[in-house]
């Protein structure tokens, strides 16, 4: 029998911005890019997200599946090792709530409120919740 999550739709966008939303939380507004600390913690919630979709699927294929789109997004690329697409994913929630000044600034800058990251996770499907609260206290530990 499987189990439904009834998990609404949820884009890589989605994820990245909640994400966001969630480090501010943690009273963490800066992402150094290209830090090999922080892309160690996301190679570490690839890991993770891969782990949940295997573990979700006997159950909830179609949330397995939501999770497998989010991973064909953040993953790193299979060539250079580089999360280049997620690091892009970032950038594109420009100019707010993300900002990087210049692109030879090393940062992506968090412009949230604690007010909007609250509004934003809320509106998160609960399903992501702790996905995105275990991914970002990874991040968190070496920002």
Request: one cysteine or more; hydrophobic letters at 45%.
């Amino acid at each position: 029998m499987q189990l439904k999550t009834k998990c609404p739709p949820f884009s890589p966008e989605d994820f990245c911005l909640v994400l966001a939303a969630q480090l501010v939380l943690l009273n963490r507004q800066r992402i150094p890019l290209g830090d090999p600390r922080v892309e160690e913690k996301f190679a570490a919630m690839v890991t993770d997200l891969r782990r949940r979709a295997l573990e979700a699927f006997p159950r909830d294929e179609d949330f397995a599946h939501s999770i497998l789109n989010i991973l064909e997004s953040i993953s790193p690329n299979p060539n250079t090792g580089a999360f280049d697409e997620l690091w892009s994913l970032f950038r594109r929630l420009q100019p707010a709530p993300i900002n990087v000044r210049n692109p030879l600034y090393g940062a992506l800058e968090i412009g949230f409120t604690r007010d909007h990251a609250e509004a934003e996770l809320e509106k998160a499907p609960e399903a992501w919740r702790e996905i995105v609260r275990s991914s970002a206290d990874r991040i968190a530990s070496v920002l």
